[in-house]
């Protein structure tokens, strides 16, 4: 489990290996967090992965200030407060370890430009607080940013990565449509988080197959169940004889009701646990992977 | 005052005793739903399954089964096949996802699934009806075991003790926020009857009468049987006996014989049969031994339907008991919820040999009380008419009375509890929702069905408890098998095949349970009506959802996501244990 903690952190870096050597930023976005990023609704308080963003942000900020410092993993990670409330202080806290990122997935969801793991779109993408709640409004603040001219060589190379499928082909120049500002044009639902998008559909195909492989494997057991002691008075019915029978000295139907059934049914109990927790080991797996 | 009543009353204290003393200790470990919650946590599977049921095991399971089985052979072992393979189908269908979502009673998880207070109202007033179905048999039984062990005290006596101090446990409590009181209690029930079961099978062995006779049961010994309710009996041999009382519409005293047909003795009467008469047998039941050994045996047309609608009932029913849901949401996980089941169908199924043993034996010990109509008093009896009077059949008989009060006390404080915490926590009644309206709903909790228990006919415990398991199934089923495995669902199909559902099976229940009991098909459906209301129920819920698709709630796929993936992708809602 914590191994998979890696994964945002590793796609963080990347990200942020091209791109967060810009040195200005707009003030806005590195003090006041993104009008977005609320205060957590209160039902899922520990649910969201919010975190990310702040994460990013203090990364970010980390890297402004100390450029040469080499792309980390998590061991470079503040690590103050762990609390329910951290996120409500605006602290930091570790990235919850069972996360995954809606950028470590690849699947595109539709209208989505196609991510990749330089999109600088991810940077300040917003995730929403509670999986079941509506995507949020437009991010007001979501300007162009114009960068310094001293990052322009350092951003230029990845530039045609980060827009595969992009409108446009961006020459190494024009770094003024690679960066953030392409979001205005657009209709795709940015901020409401292209990633968590994502997962969505990922997630629905996903999900729907989970969910239709284990209700099979409930029908079935049930069915087997059902129709092995449903059939029974039906037999005895149609074969009277059934009912005289003896074996170990006990009336077929005392032996059958009154004490195999409950072994059966343990046994049926017993593989249903076992088949359905493997299946959603094999989901988490396809899922954490 | 016998001394076998004095023993089986003290042990009947003991156990009373011991439950409030114990549930007022609980108010120390577990303040606050939460400390509950986080205390429950630490609970490993087989500790929860004990305590889950112990919880289960009823007056139906402790007493009924083995009079059901006295009185109509393997049909009645319907009964516990079916009472564990609700486990089964709560296995299947339920367990993980239901832990999964949070929620904590059925009301609580047409919230989470379908955000409507509509069906959150609609669940509530289910969980209330299904609750005091569910307590008016567990009453009773405290009434009909008191009145068995000392005959001078009237039913509903024991009634009133039994009412009392399941208010008192809860109030003073909540004996449920103690799992290992639960769990001591289901190794109580079994031990009150494993031990009479062993001493039975080792000093009678196989001398015994032979089971397989063409002729009806006989009476052990001279017997004095009371009628305490009126009823009909039927005869295949000549029956000579004293009677004092109203018999076939005379007054009679002195000897009678009866030939072979149907005879009505009324309430009140007294008759007095000698060793060795053949036992006149209620009607409808089978009468002669071998044909009460083979299944199929009573004398309807429609007892086919009557065991698939019951096998119905008790499969698709004990998902929705009020009880049962709230004890599996102090598992960890979905995994050890899992597992916590098929550990209970382990111990239910271990149980449920011995009120099946003991059933049959009852055939030939006590069957005086196929006369008297008191079926469910053969376990709490058998022990001394069939090893005599000594002081170990005695001591027997007490500690069986004793499990038999634990099953009511345990099975009632948790329905109490279920139900309380349902009012308590409804706006409408209680707007303020602190401890205080926990209590002063617990005691209407208790008192409604207290009350009820007093007027309501006494039918036989497994039948009013499957009357209860009929409206769960018709009504919590669906909801919670659609909620959780269909999309589709939307909160006005909800609220349509509840209403179906409930209003269907609740009817023909209260019908069945005012005593208004027409012969033939009417009765039978009135008796056992799931076989039509459950896929009723559930049609209703699928069409009415279909017609109102708009209503579907836009992140439908998120919730059954979250419902059905594993806690380790981070997906669930409680989290308190990583992050608390």
Same mark, same amino acid.
């Given at each position: 489990?914590?191994? *998979?903690?890696?994964?945002?952190?590793?796609?963080?870096?990347?990200?942020?290996?091209?791109?967060?050597?810009?040195?200005?930023?707009?003030?806005?976005?590195?003090?006041?967090?993104?009008?977005?990023?609320?205060?957590? %609704?209160?039902?899922?308080?520990?649910?969201?992965?919010?975190?990310?963003?702040?994460?990013?942000?203090?990364?970010?900020?980390?890297?402004?200030?100390?450029?040469?410092?080499?792309?980390?993993?998590?061991?470079?990670?503040?690590?103050?407060?762990? =609390?329910?409330?951290?996120?409500?202080? $605006?602290?930091?806290?570790?990235?919850?370890?069972?996360?995954?990122?809606?950028?470590?997935?690849?699947?595109?969801?539709?209208?989505?430009?196609?991510?990749?793991?330089?999109?600088?779109?991810?940077?300040?993408?917003?995730?929403?607080?509670?999986?079941?709640?509506?995507?949020?409004?437009?991010?007001?603040?979501?300007?162009?940013?114009?960068?310094?001219?001293?990052?322009?060589?350092?951003?230029?190379?990845?530039?045609?990565?980060?827009? !595969?499928?992009?409108?446009?082909?961006?020459?190494?120049?024009?770094?003024?449509?690679?960066?953030?500002?392409? @979001?205005? $044009?657009?209709?795709?639902?940015?901020?409401?988080?292209?990633?968590?998008?994502?997962?969505?559909?990922?997630?629905?195909?996903?999900?729907?197959?989970?969910?239709?492989?284990?209700?099979?494997?409930?029908?079935?057991?049930? =069915?087997?169940?059902?129709?092995?002691?449903?059939?029974?008075?039906?037999?005895?019915?149609?074969?009277?004889?059934?009912?005289? +029978? &003896?074996?170990?000295?006990?009336?077929? !139907?005392?032996?059958?009701?009154?004490?195999?059934?409950?072994?059966?049914?343990?046994?049926?109990?017993?593989?249903?646990?076992?088949?359905?927790?493997?299946?959603?080991?094999?989901?988490?797996?396809?899922?954490?992977? | 005052?016998?001394?076998?009543?004095?023993?089986?009353?003290?042990?009947?204290?003991?156990?009373?005793?011991?439950?409030?003393?114990?549930?007022?200790?609980?108010?120390?470990?577990?303040?606050?739903?939460?400390?509950?919650?986080?205390?429950?946590?630490?609970?490993?599977?087989?500790?929860?399954?004990?305590?889950?049921?112990?919880?289960?095991?009823?007056?139906?399971?402790?007493?009924?089964?083995?009079?059901?089985?006295?009185?109509? =052979?393997?049909?009645?072992?319907?009964?516990?096949? =079916?009472?564990?393979?609700?486990?089964?189908?709560?296995?299947?269908?339920?367990?993980?996802?239901?832990? @999964?979502?949070?929620?904590?009673?059925?009301?609580?998880?047409?919230?989470?699934?379908?955000?409507?207070?509509?069906?959150?109202?609609?669940?509530?007033?289910?969980?209330?009806?299904?609750?005091?179905?569910?307590?008016?048999?567990?009453?009773?039984?405290?009434? /009909?075991?008191?009145?068995?062990?000392? !005959?001078?005290?009237?039913?509903?006596?024991?009634?009133?003790?039994?009412?009392?101090?399941?208010?008192?446990?809860?109030? +003073?409590?909540?004996?449920?926020?103690?799992?290992?009181?639960?769990?001591?209690?289901?190794?109580?029930?079994?031990?009150? #009857?494993?031990?009479?079961?062993?001493?039975?099978?080792?000093?009678?062995?196989?001398?015994?009468?032979?089971?397989?006779?063409?002729?009806?049961?006989?009476?052990?010994?001279?017997?004095?049987?009371?009628?305490?309710?009126?009823?009909?009996?039927?005869?295949?041999?000549?029956?000579?006996?004293?009677?004092?009382?109203?018999? *076939?519409? %005379?007054?009679?005293?002195?000897?009678?014989?009866?030939?072979?047909?149907?005879?009505?003795?009324?309430?009140?009467?007294?008759?007095?049969?000698?060793?060795?008469?053949?036992?006149?047998?209620?009607?409808?039941?089978?009468?002669?031994?071998?044909?009460?050994?083979?299944?199929?045996?009573? &004398?309807?047309?429609?007892?086919?339907?009557?065991?698939?609608?019951?096998?119905?009932?008790?499969?698709?029913?004990?998902?929705?008991?009020?009880?049962?849901?709230?004890?599996?949401?102090?598992?960890?996980?979905?995994?050890?919820?899992?597992?916590?089941?098929?550990?209970?169908?382990?111990?239910?199924?271990?149980?449920?040999?011995?009120?099946?043993?003991?059933?049959?034996?009852?055939?030939?010990?006590?069957?005086?009380? /196929?006369?008297?109509?008191?079926?469910?008093?053969?376990?709490?009896?058998?022990?001394?008419?069939?090893?005599?009077?000594?002081?170990?059949? %005695?001591?027997?008989?007490?500690?069986?009375?004793?499990?038999?009060?634990?099953?009511?006390?345990?099975?009632?404080?948790?329905?109490?509890?279920?139900?309380?915490?349902?009012?308590?926590?409804?706006?409408?009644?209680?707007?303020?929702?602190?401890?205080?309206?926990?209590?002063?709903?617990?005691?209407?909790?208790?008192?409604?069905? #207290?009350?009820?228990?007093?007027?309501?006919?006494?039918?036989? +415990?497994?039948?009013?408890?499957?009357?209860?398991?009929?409206?769960?199934?018709?009504?919590?089923?669906?909801?919670?098998?659609?909620?959780?495995?269909?999309?589709?669902?939307? *909160?006005?199909?909800?609220?349509?095949?509840?209403?179906?559902?409930?209003?269907?099976?609740?009817?023909?229940?209260?019908?069945?349970?005012?005593?208004?009991?027409?012969?033939?098909?009417?009765?039978?459906?009135?008796?056992?009506?799931?076989?039509?209301?459950?896929?009723?129920?559930?049609?209703?819920?699928?069409?009415?959802?279909?017609?109102?698709?708009?209503?579907?709630?836009?992140?439908?796929?998120?919730?059954?996501?979250?419902?059905?993936?594993?806690?380790? /992708?981070?997906?669930?809602?409680?989290?308190?244990?990583?992050?608390?």
């Amino acid at each position: 489990m914590s191994t *998979d903690g890696h994964v945002p952190s590793a796609s963080i870096s990347s990200v942020s290996d091209d791109y967060f050597e810009v040195e200005d930023l707009p003030a806005p976005r590195r003090q006041a967090p993104p009008a977005g990023v609320g205060p957590p %609704t209160e039902q899922d308080a520990d649910v969201e992965p919010d975190e990310s963003p702040i994460q990013l942000r203090r990364e970010l900020r980390r890297r402004v200030d100390n450029p040469v410092l080499p792309a980390g993993g998590t061991g470079a990670r503040p690590t103050g407060s762990t =609390g329910r409330h951290a996120r409500r202080d $605006g602290h930091p806290r570790p990235p919850r370890l069972d996360y995954v990122p809606r950028h470590a997935v690849r699947t595109p969801g539709p209208g989505s430009v196609p991510v990749s793991p330089t999109d600088v779109t991810e940077v300040f993408s917003r995730v929403r607080q509670d999986p079941t709640e509506r995507p949020m409004p437009a991010r007001p603040e979501s300007e162009p940013i114009k960068l310094t001219q001293r990052v322009e060589p350092l951003l230029a190379p990845p530039v045609p990565a980060a827009e !595969p499928g992009g409108a446009e082909p961006v020459a190494p120049g024009k770094r003024e449509r690679v960066v953030l500002a392409q @979001r205005r $044009g657009q209709t795709r639902p940015v901020r409401t988080v292209v990633d968590v998008q994502e997962l969505t559909q990922v997630g629905e195909v996903l999900s729907s197959s989970l969910i239709r492989s284990q209700l099979a494997l409930a029908l079935r057991i049930g =069915g087997i169940a059902l129709i092995t002691l449903g059939s029974l008075p039906a037999m005895f019915l149609i074969f009277p004889v059934l009912g005289r +029978f &003896e074996l170990f000295g006990l009336r077929l !139907p005392w032996l059958l009701l009154g004490v195999l059934a409950y072994p059966f049914l343990l046994a049926l109990g017993w593989m249903y646990a076992r088949s359905a927790d493997r299946l959603e080991q094999v989901f988490a797996d396809h899922i954490q992977n | 005052m016998t001394p076998a009543a004095v023993v089986a009353l003290s042990c009947i204290a003991i156990v009373a005793v011991a439950s409030t003393v114990i549930g007022s200790f609980g108010v120390r470990f577990a303040r606050s739903t939460s400390d509950f919650l986080v205390a429950s946590r630490t609970v490993g599977p087989t500790a929860n399954a004990g305590a889950i049921s112990g919880e289960y095991l009823s007056a139906a399971s402790f007493l009924s089964i083995a009079g059901s089985i006295l009185k109509f =052979g393997p049909d009645a072992l319907w009964y516990p096949v =079916g009472f564990t393979a609700g486990y089964l189908g709560l296995l299947l269908f339920v367990s993980a996802p239901l832990r @999964r979502s949070g929620a904590y009673t059925v009301p609580d998880f047409a919230e989470f699934r379908l955000r409507s207070p509509a069906v959150q109202r609609v669940c509530t007033i289910l969980v209330i009806v299904i609750g005091w179905m569910y307590l008016l048999p567990q009453l009773q039984g405290a009434g /009909l075991t008191v009145a068995t062990v000392v !005959p001078t005290l009237p039913s509903w006596s024991g009634m009133v003790a039994a009412g009392v101090v399941v208010i008192a446990t809860v109030v +003073f409590g909540g004996m449920r926020s103690i799992t290992f009181v639960q769990a001591f209690q289901f190794w109580l029930k079994f031990t009150a #009857l494993a031990l009479p079961a062993v001493i039975l099978l080792i000093y009678v062995g196989n001398n015994h009468q032979p089971f397989n006779r063409p002729a009806p049961p006989q009476f052990p010994a001279d017997t004095t049987v009371n009628i305490k309710t009126d009823v009909v009996l039927r005869v295949t041999q000549p029956v000579v006996f004293q009677a004092s009382g109203t018999l *076939d519409g %005379t007054q009679t005293y002195g000897l009678v014989t009866w030939y072979p047909g149907r005879h009505t003795v009324m309430k009140g009467a007294q008759l007095n049969f000698t060793a060795g008469t053949s036992v006149p047998v209620p009607d409808g039941a089978p009468v002669r031994d071998s044909s009460w050994l083979t299944p199929l045996s009573a &004398e309807s047309n429609y007892q086919l339907f009557g065991i698939y609608s019951l096998i119905v009932a008790l499969f698709l029913g004990t998902m929705g008991l009020p009880h049962v849901l709230v004890r599996f949401y102090t598992n960890p996980d979905g995994r050890a919820t899992r597992r916590t089941t098929v550990v209970v169908l382990a111990m239910l199924g271990a149980f449920y040999l011995l009120p099946t043993l003991l059933g049959a034996l009852s055939r030939l010990y006590v069957p005086q009380l /196929l006369v008297s109509g008191n079926t469910d008093a053969a376990i709490l009896l058998l022990p001394t008419a069939a090893l005599g009077g000594g002081p170990l059949p %005695t001591l027997l008989a007490g500690l069986v009375a004793a499990g038999a009060w634990a099953a009511f006390l345990s099975t009632s404080s948790g329905l109490v509890v279920g139900v309380a915490g349902v009012l308590s926590t409804s706006p409408a009644l209680f707007p303020r929702g602190g401890v205080r309206d926990f209590r002063v709903a617990a005691v209407i909790a208790g008192l409604v069905p #207290l009350g009820l228990a007093l007027v309501a006919a006494r039918l036989d +415990f497994s039948q009013t408890v499957s009357l209860a398991f009929a409206v769960a199934a018709s009504t919590f089923c669906p909801l919670l098998v659609l909620g959780i495995w269909w999309s589709g669902l939307t *909160d006005r199909g909800a609220v349509a095949g509840l209403l179906v559902g409930g209003v269907s099976s609740a009817g023909a229940v209260s019908l069945s349970l005012v005593g208004v009991a027409p012969g033939g098909w009417a009765g039978m459906l009135l008796n056992r009506p799931a076989l039509i209301t459950v896929p009723a129920a559930f049609l209703t819920m699928t069409v009415v959802s279909m017609l109102t698709r708009k209503r579907l709630l836009p992140d439908v796929p998120r919730l059954l996501l979250r419902l059905h993936a594993p806690e380790r /992708l981070g997906l669930s809602q409680d989290r308190t244990r990583r992050f608390g």
